[in-house]
């Protein structure tokens, strides 16, 4: 039985009221200023269910960038166009005890990154990215995804503008480390590619849309077992025995959910915790699990 389907807009209601703005004592990303700047309290949900039934609350016309949510179709697109090999050879599938751009975590690792959804694993496989330039690159995904997933997705330059006006030294790090040590061929082009894809931006029905996607993809069990163990960077251990169900978080405030068999919950709201994860995001599906396993 598809418990997802039951669910009421009441009930996310009731729920998202339960979370009161003062009680969250989120932030935004300080270095894209256009995220700094995004009201906190817009927010927007839709839960699809596998069987058709959608589930549609807040704001269903803003657009947000995916930033890390991006992540997991970066590897389901390098996994059906070049096969599992390809792809574990330049990323590992292993969870990750340091934040999402630790340059310690992969010098612990000795330069190979440890899973996609962390940015030197994300950073690696834009590297194989087909395509001459970061544009071209960052185009090939876009148009796959769109037509795969069904949805719209499109470049938000303002986004971009803002991500090149505040140097992410971080990614910089990461990005000369792994060149040095032969994990990707050439750093401007890997980091500019995954800077690009990180600004591919929708609405929440897109991202609902490219959930379904890995749920019917060939490769998503893989996906799957990645994001429960990875989407969450440090914080993804304690939400798989609390949660259960595989997520990716962006620091936009971007949230996907996969309920396996039953649908996916695309979720956005701006104020984000210390591991970068959608707080208001986070307590929603800690609600809507205990409703689907009749808690
Ligand atoms: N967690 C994230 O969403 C990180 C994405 C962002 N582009 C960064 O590199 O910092």
């Not at 975590?105 to 950073?123: H, K, T, V, W, Y």
């Not at 500019?192 to 490219?210: H, P, Q, V």
């Amino acid at each position: 039985m598809n418990r997802l389907a039951r669910l009421r807009v009441e009930d996310i209601q009731a729920w998202v009221g339960e979370v009161h703005l003062s009680d969250r004592k989120g932030q935004t990303p300080y270095y894209i200023p256009v995220l700094n700047q995004v009201h906190p309290e817009v927010f927007a949900l839709q839960i699809h269910c596998l069987e058709g039934e959608i589930l549609s609350w807040g704001d269903e016309t803003v657009t947000f960038p995916l930033m890390s949510v991006i992540k997991p179709f970066l590897l389901l697109y390098l996994l059906t166009h070049l096969g599992e090999d390809a792809v574990f050879r330049r990323v590992g599938k292993q969870a990750s005890s340091y934040p999402f751009n630790s340059l310690t975590q992969l010098q612990e690792d000795r330069c190979f990154p440890r899973n996609p959804m962390i940015n030197s694993g994300a950073i690696a496989l834009a590297d194989l990215l087909a395509g001459e330039t970061p544009e071209s690159r960052c185009e090939n995904l876009l148009l796959w995804l769109n037509e795969m997933g069904n949805c719209q997705l499109f470049l938000d330059g303002s986004v971009l503008d803002s991500v090149h006006s505040y140097p992410n030294a971080h990614n910089q790090a990461l990005s000369l480390e792994l060149e040095k040590n032969g994990y990707i061929s050439h750093r401007y082009l890997a980091l500019e590619t995954y800077n690009r894809i990180c600004c591919l931006s929708g609405k929440i029905a897109d991202l609902a849309n490219l959930g379904k996607l890995i749920l019917a993809a060939p490769f998503g069990e893989i996906i799957l077992e990645i994001m429960t163990n990875c989407g969450l960077y440090e914080a993804s251990q304690q939400f798989a025995l609390d949660v259960g169900f595989p997520t990716k978080s962006g620091v936009s405030g971007a949230l996907l959910s996969i309920v396996p068999q039953q649908g996916a919950i695309a979720c956005y709201s701006p104020l984000l915790n210390e591991q970068g994860n959608s707080i208001l995001g986070l307590n929603l599906l800690t609600h809507i699990s205990h409703f689907v396993k009749e808690i």
